[in-house]
């Protein structure tokens, strides 16, 4: 039955055993009595929910605490062991799949290295479909007890009726890929575990506003800087998060070509591939024969150099000119959106880390608006190398949270019945 606002007994249900479950997780443990005003509901449904959750074995007791005179408290926390998640970054030199229980807390991982195969789509799916069967083979754990595999990946995810998630990676070569069917065809997964696939910028910001440096905040940017670049907007109206094709912004009319074929994007001059790039044709000694992360790690030394040595100029002016043109980008993010923070992530940033930092906060500052500018703060994210990994895990697990700590209902497998099927054929076309 539905009451006056349209919610039916059972979303009320639902809605009460979320408040119950997300409090316990993001602030637990916690007392029966400390979830009443944590979570707006009444002792006696605080007392229903949680005799509910700890049946369900999604709740159990986490010791006790003295009360104003009187009886102990129980301490009620969320049972790590009820619920598994696997979360995947297809990122730039590697696909890292990582087996999580419901805490977070990694039980086991696979890595793939990408080499001359890069982004080659049946390399990436075969990697994703042998990394899962890896971890759950390590953690010794049935496919099925699985909530999900989120999965982050390069590109703009788009989600279809008949295909699941479709990718369109323009810059690495992904012309409408199908990820979801793919992966759903020879998947070591029976159908009832369900895909969750997005932007790898939407999941690292996913992971830092849960977990990490933009806890607390409002409105936020998480910035990935990798082999290119994007980021990941945060606001009370898109409270998940919206991955922006930042990297794909203008700033040099008829400049550099960038890697999806236009020509002055940022990432044509931020991101690290560009950036080695433009290192070796200033003249530069780029390590041959070795990944993004390794010749990166080379140019840093060469640029800031641990002992008497003289630097390089030729690294030192071209991470220079990369800090002013992330600024630049950063201000045009700062004047669109008035973020309160700026967070930057990713293998490539967080390499170039507090040293790159503070002069692109210098140059971001002075080119954008100044009222939206003395707002912000502009920080790294805390969570290192595997906070995609973290945010794309995060996806079914806020699945998860939303139907109330329930698994999603199994697809029916038998035909609907007749009087659904006439309906439907006289329907008007």
């Known amino acids: ?55 369900d074995g999604l709740v159990e007791e986490a010791g006790s605490v003295d009360s104003d005179g009187g009886r102990p408290r129980t301490l009620l926390r969320v049972a790590p062991l009820s619920g598994h998640m696997i979360g995947v970054d297809v990122g730039e030199t590697r696909v890292r799949i990582e087996l999580f229980d419901l805490t977070l807390t990694e039980l086991a991982r696979a890595e793939r290295p990408l080499e001359q195969q890069r982004y080659e789509v049946e390399v990436i799916v075969d990697h994703i479909r042998s990394g899962i069967d890896e971890v759950l083979a390590a953690a010794g754990l049935a496919p099925e007890r699985l909530l999900g595999v989120g999965i982050g990946v390069p590109g703009i995810v788009e989600r279809t009726p ?86 794909h912004l203008t700033v040099r009319v008829r400049g550099r070509r960038c890697r999806c074929g236009a020509l002055g994007c940022l990432e044509a001059y931020a991101g690290a591939e560009s950036l ?25 030394a060469a640029a800031y150099p641990a002992d008497d040595t003289a630097p390089d100029p030729v690294a030192l002016a071209v991470l220079e000119e990369t800090a002013e043109y992330l600024g630049a980008g950063l201000s045009d993010l700062i004047n669109l959106f008035q973020p309160e923070r ?46 995609v990994t973290v945010g ?6 806020a699945d998860f949270f939303a139907r109330g700590g329930r698994r999603p209902d199994p697809d029916p497998e038998s035909p609907p019945p007749a009087w659904h099927t006439a309906l439907r054929d006289r329907a008007p076309r």
């Open 162 to 247: 008949d295909r699941g998630a479709v990718v369109h990676g323009q810059t690495i070569g992904w012309d409408t890929i199908p990820l979801e069917a793919l992966l759903r065809t020879g998947s070591p997964l029976p159908g009832t575990v369900p895909y969750f696939i997005d932007n790898g910028a939407k999941t690292l910001g996913q992971a830092e506003m849960w977990f990490g440096a933009g806890r607390g905040a409002r409105n936020a940017l998480v910035v990935l800087f990798g082999s290119g670049v994007g980021a990941c907007l945060v606001t009370p109206e898109v409270e998940h998060g919206r991955a922006v094709e930042w990297g």
């Open 1 to 55: 039955m539905a009451g006056r606002n349209g919610r039916t007994v059972r979303d009320l249900r639902r809605a009460n055993r979320t408040a119950v479950l997300q409090r316990l997780y993001f602030d637990g443990p916690l007392s029966r009595f400390e979830l009443g005003p944590a979570t707006g509901l009444s002792s006696g449904s605080v007392s229903n929910v949680v005799a509910d959750l700890v049946a």
């Open 392 to 397: 794309a895990a995060i996806l079914p697990l």
């Open 342 to 387: 700026i967070l930057m992530g990713g293998w490539a940033g967080l390499q170039l880390g507090s040293r790159f930092l503070p002069a692109v906060r210098k140059h971001a500052l002075s080119y954008a608006l100044r009222h939206p500018a003395e707002k912000v703060t502009i920080e790294l994210g805390r969570l290192g190398p595997d906070a």
């Open 276 to 300: 080695l790039a433009r290192w070796h044709e200033e003249g530069g000694r780029v390590p041959q024969g070795t990944d993004e992360e390794t010749a990166l790690t080379a140019m840093l």
